[in-house]
Nanobody, 123 residues
Framework: QVQLVESGGGLVQPGGSLRLSCAAS????????MNWYRQAPGKQRELVAT???????NYVDSVKGRFTISRDNAKNTMYLQMNSLKPEDTAVYYC?????????????????WGQGTQVTVSS
């Protein structure tokens, strides 16, 4: 069983910072692209940032220059450093990853999701 577990959410004042983590565990052969999504109340889920297995990154325009996505392949963990936070960044943040499970041989690549972590930016 492969699991993604997010941590690091919370309440922060505008202009503040938070660092989210997403740890993958279980029988994992390879992790491919990893993503952070967010969903604000009454809105559709939005792709925030992507990082490939080689480290290439991409961001939605609204977070460029403020958020940084990274990953530690040795720890099967992805991060999202969020600086200069704004009230409109308030949302539940989800990690997502394309993973090939398996111990000695790769199995079919599947799409996995974490349970989400709440980020609230408010004074």
């Amino acid at each position: 069983q492969v699991q993604l577990v997010e941590s690091g959410g919370g309440l922060v004042q505008p202009g503040g910072s938070l660092r989210l983590s997403c740890a993958a565990s279980g029988s994992i052969f390879s992790i491919y692209a990893m993503n952070w999504y967010r969903q604000a109340p009454g809105k559709q889920r939005e792709l925030v940032a992507t990082i490939t297995s080689s480290g290439s990154t991409n961001y939605v325009d609204s977070v460029k220059g403020r958020f940084t996505i990274s990953r530690d392949n040795a720890k099967n963990t992805m991060y999202l450093q969020m600086n200069s936070l704004k009230p409109e960044d308030t949302a539940v943040y989800y990690c997502n990853a394309l993973i090939s499970p398996g111990q000695t041989r790769p199995e079919t690549i599947r799409d996995y999701w974490g349970q989400g972590t709440q980020v609230t930016v408010s004074s």
